[in-house]
């Protein structure tokens, strides 16, 4: 019979065996290596785009916050103005109501039988003091201006016999209210 060595190639065999795993090892880690290294770079990539849009957002936040400041000047500002106006507005009004008042009172005085000595107005209310020649031209002046629309709440909070000019008159004080413009608006509309 004849022999054959087979050792060797066995041998060779296993050598062959041993040199496929080592590749397939060092394909398989360099592989792993390039999945990694793309990876690597995929996060890389990421965290850049993210930082990127972190900085962005927070210039965004930076302009935004400097507009709302501008925003908040200009409310005050704002609020300033109108109140200004506001005040320009009372002043005017004011500006006229005492000439009204004036012309409103010479309407409703009785000519030469009372005379009006001093007259005291602070804005809502109004104090007259002067004399007449009797209570019924008093009362009479009192009735004209309950119907008057600026005056309401006409009260005699004195009258007394008084000497003037050697003539026996009656002094007295007159206490009444100033009526609102919105009040007088109102009563209009109701009648």
Do not use: W
Not at 6 to 32: G, M, W, Y
Not at 120 to 125: P, Q
Not at 133 to 138: K, P, S, Y
Request: include cysteine.
């Amino acid at each position: 019979m004849i022999r054959i060595n087979l050792l060797p190639f066995r041998a060779a065999r296993t050598k062959e065996n041993i040199r496929r795993q080592v590749s397939v090892f060092l394909l398989s880690v360099v592989l792993l290596l390039l999945v990694l290294f793309a990876v690597n770079m995929f996060m890389g990539n990421r965290v850049d785009a993210l930082e990127t849009r972190l900085a962005n957002l927070n210039e965004d936040i930076d302009h935004y916050s400097r507009q709302a400041r501008k925003v908040d000047v200009l409310k005050k500002e704002l609020a300033e103005l109108e109140q200004k106006i506001l005040i320009i507005e009372q002043l005017k009004s004011h500006r006229t109501k005492p000439p009204r008042l004036l012309a409103d009172l010479t309407e409703r005085v009785i000519p030469d039988r009372m005379q009006i000595q001093k007259m005291n107005y602070n804005g809502s209310e109004l104090m007259l003091n002067g004399i007449a020649m009797d209570n019924e031209t008093i009362a009479v002046f009192m009735s004209r201006l309950e119907r008057s629309d600026k005056i309401r709440d006409v009260t005699l909070e004195n009258a007394k016999q008084t000497t003037q000019y050697d003539v026996e008159m009656k002094s007295f004080g007159i206490k009444c209210k100033m009526a609102d413009a919105s009040a007088v608006a109102n009563e209009k509309a109701k009648k």
